[in-house]
């Protein structure tokens, strides 16, 4: 038997199962229901939301896709000006080639990020969350890059570190700047 009970505060609804007593009276000191760990958690960890970056990157390179291939192809249908059943399928082949090299390029990345995190955030703990990040984002430039050489490898970390490192002070602004204002009252002490 499952209940359903709207909770007023929060507007979010919770699963409860009535524990099975097998016709045996519930004792005073025992719980009616079970309650499913983690359910009614008001935030989610690295592991949950990774599924909703690695999606978004994915749409995101989509959509660029999509956009860069609609340009494509248009260039090539006013070039060649043939007919419209071959400039239609021509434009059809720039959208679907662009769309899904660039949305795996853009997923691709984005699961590399997702395992470095996780891993960084198992290791190391979640207070450093902000130098997982950063550390997470290099290697994954790092790792992208790998077997193009050295010196491409060296550059996808570069751009792996800049990007995180902008993401990091961008979403983490207030954060920083207290530890700043922490830093430089110890200093002054």
Request: glycine fraction near 12%; charged fraction near 20%; hydrophobic fraction near 35%.
């Amino acid at each position: 038997m499952v209940d359903i009970k709207e909770d007023d505060k929060d507007n979010k609804n919770e699963v409860l199962v009535t524990s099975p007593n097998y016709g045996q009276p519930v004792q005073p000191h025992q719980s009616e229901y079970i309650f499913l760990e983690g359910a009614g958690s008001k935030q989610r960890g690295r592991f949950e939301m990774c599924y909703i970056e690695i999606g978004t990157c994915y749409t995101i390179g989509a959509s660029i896709g999509i956009a860069r291939g609609i340009h494509n192809g248009m260039k090539i249908v006013a070039r060649d000006k043939l007919t419209p059943t071959y400039n239609r399928t021509q434009l059809i082949n720039s959208v679907l080639k662009h769309g899904t090299d660039i949305s795996n390029t853009f997923g691709t990345i984005m699961v590399y990020y997702s395992i470095f995190g996780i891993i960084l955030e198992k290791t190391r703990g979640d207070e450093n969350y902000i130098c997982n990040n950063i550390i997470a984002g290099t290697g994954t430039g790092l790792l992208y890059k790998s077997t193009s050489g050295l010196r491409n490898c060296g550059f996808g970390g570069l751009i792996g570190f800049g990007l995180t490192m902008m993401y990091s002070l961008i979403s983490s602004r207030v954060t920083i700047i207290e530890n700043i204002k922490k830093a430089v009252i110890h200093s002054k002490n």
